[in-house]
Nanobody, 126 residues
Framework: QVQLVESGGGLVQAGGSLRLSCAASGLAFSSFNMGWFRQVPGKERDFVAAITWGARRKDYADSVKGRFTISRDNAKNTVYLQMNSLKPEDTAVYYC???????????????????WGQGTQVTVSS
């Protein structure tokens, strides 16, 4: 059974930083592309960032490019999202996800990801 557990969310002032972590178990973590998504109440879940299984390729939503960095440590079965220069519009529940199937080309659609964490709340005050 795949488990993804996010941590690191919280309340931060605009301009501040947070680092999210996602610990994975129940899958061959180093074989799967991983992603971060976010969702606000009443809206669809949006892509934030993704990283390939070997960390050779990363992709970001335009709204976070230059501010957020995705990384992974395959020895620790963990993927990270470093968030800098946070803005109030970054406020959302952030979800970690594993893409469907090992060693596949990186994708960024919600339906391309088959396993999800429970989410962690990030609130940025102005």
């Amino acid at each position: 059974q795949v488990q993804l557990v996010e941590s690191g969310g919280g309340l931060v002032q605009a301009g501040g930083s947070l680092r999210l972590s996602c610990a994975a178990s129940g899958l061959a973590f180093s074989s799967f592309n991983m992603g971060w998504f976010r969702q606000v109440p009443g809206k669809e879940r949006d892509f934030v960032a993704a990283i390939t299984w070997g960390a050779r390729r990363k992709d970001y939503a335009d709204s976070v490019k230059g501010r957020f960095t995705i990384s992974r440590d395959n020895a620790k079965n963990t993927v990270y999202l470093q968030m800098n220069s946070l803005k109030p519009e970054d406020t959302a529940v952030y979800y970690c996800a594993a893409q469907r199937g090992p060693f596949t080309p990186m994708k960024t659609g919600v339906t391309d990801f088959g396993s999800w964490g429970q989410g962690t709340q990030v609130t940025v005050s102005s």
